[in-house]
């Protein structure tokens, strides 16, 4: 018995900028050549400000639930994947739970960029029974926690996300286990310093974007050790689940920037026609990218056993990897 998608449903908000309408209007000095060059971006999406997290979480979870044909009643449990929720004390899953009208549990887990491979190891290690029916979803709102003054980091995030549907099933394909990875000694290269307990929020912290994203580390060397822990962990996956990296049909990358995507399938071996990405149209969607971008694959009606590798790496800084391979 394997975990199967049973439906799945992805959403990126309508309000669509291009880089030249970034650039005009947070006054950065920046340009729609270099954007394109350096980080693999045309647009992105960012959620008007009253467009919650858990409002873009609900519209892909309709889309996959629809899919997958039930009701949210028929969930056993909700998990969220994200790092900028509606509050810090409530999980925005139970928003979630409460807009789609489940009755199941439903929780947050955090871990940045890599949230959503997180959750859905969990989805995947609470799938006890065929009546089972997980709903795993990746979204996040990062466009919210970017100085509008930050030309390297602004112009990356959009915001988004995707949503599974998730069961067992019997029979060949699904889901392999999930190979994780985190290292604490990264902790601080890469955080919002201020708005948690270790600097909670206030006037000064407000004045001075502390709730922001900054980082600690030269742009450079984050490009080449990003793109060889996940080259390293989609390898290790492969090991773990005795598959050769030439037996994968699809590589879908944690959506950090294009320099790093391309790196991660030079350092794998692999040719670019196995690069599955969305990156030009939505942007670093943080813990949103792999299940939005694996919606758009599904979409096209792969051919039974063809095999799909998903790896991310996230500030903490934890990562993961898993391989799907499309049901007989």
Not at 254 to 278: E, W, Y
Request: charged share 20%; aromatic share 6%; hydrophobic share 40%.
């Amino acid at each position: 018995m394997g975990v199967v998608i049973e439906g799945y449903g992805n959403y990126q908000p309508d309000t669509i900028l291009d880089n030249n309408q970034v650039i005009k209007e947070n006054g950065l000095e920046s340009s729609d050549e270099w954007i394109r060059k350096n980080l693999g971006i045309e647009r992105r999406a960012w959620a008007k400000p009253e467009v919650r997290l858990s409002d873009l979480a609900c519209e892909s979870s309709k889309k996959a639930l629809l899919k997958a044909g039930i009701g949210a009643d028929s969930l056993t449990k909700i998990i969220l994947g994200t790092s900028t929720a509606d509050h810090t004390n409530v999980s925005s899953a139970a928003k979630v739970q409460f807009l789609l009208g489940a009755t199941c549990p439903a929780f947050d887990i955090v871990s940045a960029c890599a949230s959503y491979i997180f959750a859905l190891d969990t989805a995947i290690c609470n799938l006890k029974t065929e009546k089972d029916r997980i709903l795993c979803i990746g979204a996040d709102v990062k466009s919210r926690f970017v100085n509008k003054n930050d030309r390297k980091f602004l112009p990356i995030f959009g915001d988004g996300g995707g949503a599974l549907v998730l069961a067992n099933r019997q029979g060949s394909g699904g889901f392999s286990d999930v190979h994780l990875w985190t290292d604490g000694k990264y902790y601080e290269e890469m955080l919002n310093p201020a708005g948690g307990s270790a600097m909670p929020a206030s006037l000064e912290t407000v004045q001075k974007g502390l709730h922001a994203t900054k980082m600690q580390k030269d742009g450079k060397m984050v490009t080449t050790q990003a793109a060889e822990f996940m080259a390293k962990m989609a390898m290790e996956v492969c090991e773990l689940n005795n598959t050769l990296i030439e037996e994968i049909d699809y590589v879908i990358p944690h959506h950090a920037n294009g320099v790093i995507m391309n790196l991660v399938m030079k350092n794998l071996g692999l040719p670019m026609a196995k690069l599955f990405s969305t990156i030009t149209y939505t942007g670093n969607m943080v813990s949103g990218s792999l299940p939005f971008a694996l919606c758009n694959l599904l979409d096209r009606n792969l051919k039974k056993g063809s095999k799909i590798l998903m790896v991310t790496l996230g500030a903490g800084v934890s990562g993961g990897a898993v391989i799907y391979e499309i049901p007989e």
